[in-house]
């Protein structure tokens, strides 16, 4: 079988109406594949003001606002009769789910039911989010379901060995693959460093900056974020707080870091410049998969302190590119930056180590990787 014989449906909750991680990846893989002559249709919700363009076709599944105070979110109603018919126009031969909504659960019966391939790329680790919502007692059961539907597919991807590994721990049993992720390495770079643009910010030249980066939203950590910084002004280090990013807990996060500088959202080449004018990167988060803000640090030569959790434990050397600490441990978490802000030399040979090691990140082989294991799976189907 060659790519172009390839048609797949892709299903995503959230293809390009909110701008995150999970649809940054997809949105580069439909590109690549299309590039080698796979024809691909994306059944995702939308809204009339889409944070970018979508790649590729897209159709739009009707959807509500996503409960419990998340309504920039849609959850899709299900694979309704018109999509469904779409779905059986378009004819795949793979389907490709890369959420556990509903969505996504519709989809993957839809595909057994017909006999079609399906394929699961693992993009988060939803099991983590109850706990930032005060809904704990329901992660036994969430991973019960999440581990119900990756072994209803043929084959998963992940992004990281760590998060294989935590599937296998669940009990799943189908063949899993790695779909890593690349990075964009002409525009996070150590050069992008702006000193000008800092002291835009109010931060001076020999400030230490130690930044935030992604979504203002409760379950990036920021909680500990915030604790650890109070613990370094406790403690007397001196430092800055620099945010990159925007949303809902936004002012709620303010409130405990009255101090930090808040660039609000940036893109492209502004975001380059942003992540290599860090001096220090702190990852509190757990529900990373693999971590592209991480990567992206490193690739801009800043030194990186992170959770040891999922997606960080495959791109951070301990002590070498910077550290890795124990989830909520807020007094490792200021050691580890107080280390970083008081020893310069310290501080760049991790920033430099972790650019040298972000050089294998290349979305191009890693997307390849997708369409070799699509290519795999239907020739097992096929004997």
């Not at 996504?104 to 839809?110: E, K, S």
């Not at 935030?212 to 370094?232: S, Y």
């Not at 030194?303 to 959790?309: I, L, Q, S, T, Y």
Request: no cysteine; glycine share 8%; hydrophobic share 40%.
């Amino acid at each position: 079988m060659e790519p172009s014989d390839l048609r797949v449906a892709l299903f995503s909750g959230n293809y390009n109406y909110v701008r995150d991680g999970a649809n940054q990846a997809l949105n580069k893989l439909v590109g690549h594949l299309l590039s080698r002559g796979v024809t691909v249709r994306v059944y995702s919700p939308t809204t009339d003001t889409p944070a970018f363009p979508p790649t590729g076709d897209l159709v739009s599944v009707p959807s509500v606002p996503m409960p419990g105070g998340r309504d920039e979110f849609k959850l899709a109603r299900g694979l309704t009769s018109a999509a469904r018919r779409d779905l059986e126009a378009f004819a795949p031969n793979i389907v490709h789910l890369s959420a556990p909504d509903i969505l996504g659960h519709r989809a993957l019966t839809w595909a057994r039911r017909n006999n079609i391939a399906s394929f699961i790329s693992m993009h988060t680790r939803f099991e983590t989010y109850p706990p930032y919502y005060h809904i704990g007692f329901t992660v036994p059961l969430l991973i019960k379901m999440l581990t119900r539907f990756y072994n209803r597919a043929d084959q998963i991807v992940v992004p990281a060995p760590s998060s294989g590994e935590l599937l296998r721990g669940w009990g799943v049993t189908k063949p899993i693959g790695i779909w890593s992720r690349g990075v964009d390495h002409n525009r996070f770079k150590p050069e992008a460093r702006s000193f000008e643009w800092r002291r835009s910010l109010g931060i001076a030249d020999d400030e230490v900056a130690v930044g935030f980066l992604g979504r203002l939203v409760l379950e990036k950590g920021l909680d500990i974020f915030a604790d650890v910084m109070n613990e370094l002004t406790r403690r007397g280090v001196p430092h800055r707080v620099m945010v990159i990013g925007e949303g809902p807990a936004r002012d709620w996060f303010a409130e405990r870091v009255p101090e930090a500088a808040f660039t609000g959202f940036q893109s492209g080449d502004d975001l380059g410049r942003a992540v290599a004018s860090m001096d220090v990167f702190f990852n509190p988060s757990v529900t990373e998969t693999f971590g592209n803000v991480t990567a992206e640090a490193m690739a801009a030569g800043v030194p990186v302190v992170a959770a040891r959790a999922t997606g960080a434990v495959d791109l951070v050397e301990d002590g070498v590119t910077g550290f890795l600490v124990p989830p909520r441990d807020v007094g490792a978490y200021a050691d580890a930056i107080q280390r970083l802000v008081q020893d310069n030399d310290l501080r760049r040979n991790a920033g430099q180590a972790g650019h040298d090691a972000a050089k294998v990140y290349e979305w191009d082989p890693v997307n390849e990787a997708v369409l070799t294991a699509y290519l795999d799976l239907m020739a097992r189907r096929g004997r």
